[in-house]
């Protein structure tokens, strides 16, 4: 049976790299974000980073195992400008990692500091390739953005629409349709500031195919949200194993660029 790989100690990110030799590479992600070393860089002002995104209802969201992921795959949306140079991304998915508790659960950390959680949406290159199976192949053939999730008490209302369905797909496999519109872009915080590097994907097999694109400010969620996402099990059965840490720690950043811009 091909082995699982997952986020306990005999199947988690130390040892992704025995059956994912890509996880072991030099390109990895996430990273720890040091601010002192981040570099503010002309072009990305020039060339604003810029997104455009479809409004749409009954979006399928699915159990992984691993966690929840909404596919939304959307050939009116563009992400294209900042570190993305000519091409145009497309939105195909977007999912969430969390901790335990809250004093973890992000994937990237900044000066050490983790968050309660890290939502990533996800795009392909179409100006260079066919599919994302093919861009996924290649250094330039996604686009992450990644947003910060802090805790308060103001519930977040895109993400209660997707909390809201978390009931039907308790076990891995299930799926079901959002009946709430969802609009991507209100998922993005109001301060567009952020910092970019060449990575990877964070779960096996962990191609090294990421422009990592990371907002500096968060956005809220409520404790009781992430409680309900800790209550997703990774089994398809009856057995009961919930999902209530799904982050890989920060990777050596090594010699790659880390750029920031204030937008
Ligand atoms: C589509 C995809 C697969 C695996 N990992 C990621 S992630 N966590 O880097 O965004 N995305
Ligand atoms: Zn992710």
């Known amino acids: 049976m091909a082995a699982e790989w997952g986020y306990s100690p005999t199947n988690g990110p130390d040892v992704w790299a025995r059956l994912f030799p890509q996880a ?16 503010s860089d002309s072009n990305l ?4 980073l810029t997104f455009a995104y479809e ?6 969201i699915l159990n992984t195992g691993h966690g929840w992921k909404v596919e939304a795959p959307q ?14 991304y497309q939105l195909e998915q977007f999912h969430c990692h969390w901790g335990e508790t809250s004093a973890e659960g992000s994937e990237h950390t900044v000066d050490g500091r983790a968050y309660a959680g890290e939502l990533h949406l996800v795009h392909w290159n179409t100006t260079k390739y066919q599919s994302f199976a093919e861009a996924a192949q290649h250094p330039d053939g996604l686009a992450v953005l990644g947003v910060f999730f802090d805790v ?8 209660e629409k997707i909390v809201s369905t978390l009931s039907e797909i308790k076990f891995k496999g299930q799926f ?7 609009d991507p872009t209100t998922f993005l915080p109001s301060g567009l500031g952020y910092w970019t590097y060449l990575g990877s994907l964070t779960t096996p097999p962990c191609n090294e195919c ?18 309900q996402f800790r209550c997703l099990s990774a089994c398809s059965g ?6 209530v840490k799904n982050y890989r720690p920060p990777q050596p950043l090594g010699n790659r660029a880390l750029r920031e811009c204030n937008a």
């Open 238 to 243: 009856e057995a009961e194993e919930f999902i």
């Open 75 to 88: 050939s009116g949306s563009r992400l294209e400008g900042g570190p993305l140079g000519e091409d145009i």
């Open 24 to 39: 072991g590479g030099a390109r990895q992600s996430p990273v720890d974000i040091c601010t002192s070393i981040a570099s």
């Open 176 to 182: 079901t349709d959002i009946p709430d519109v969802i």
């Open 45 to 48: 002002e020039m060339k604003k």
């Open 210 to 227: 990421v422009i990592w694109i990371v907002y500096k400010e968060p956005i809220t969620v409520t404790e009781e949200q992430l409680v």
């Open 152 to 159: 308060g008490n103001e519930s977040n209302d895109e993400i």
């Open 55 to 60: 409004s749409q209802s009954d979006l399928r």
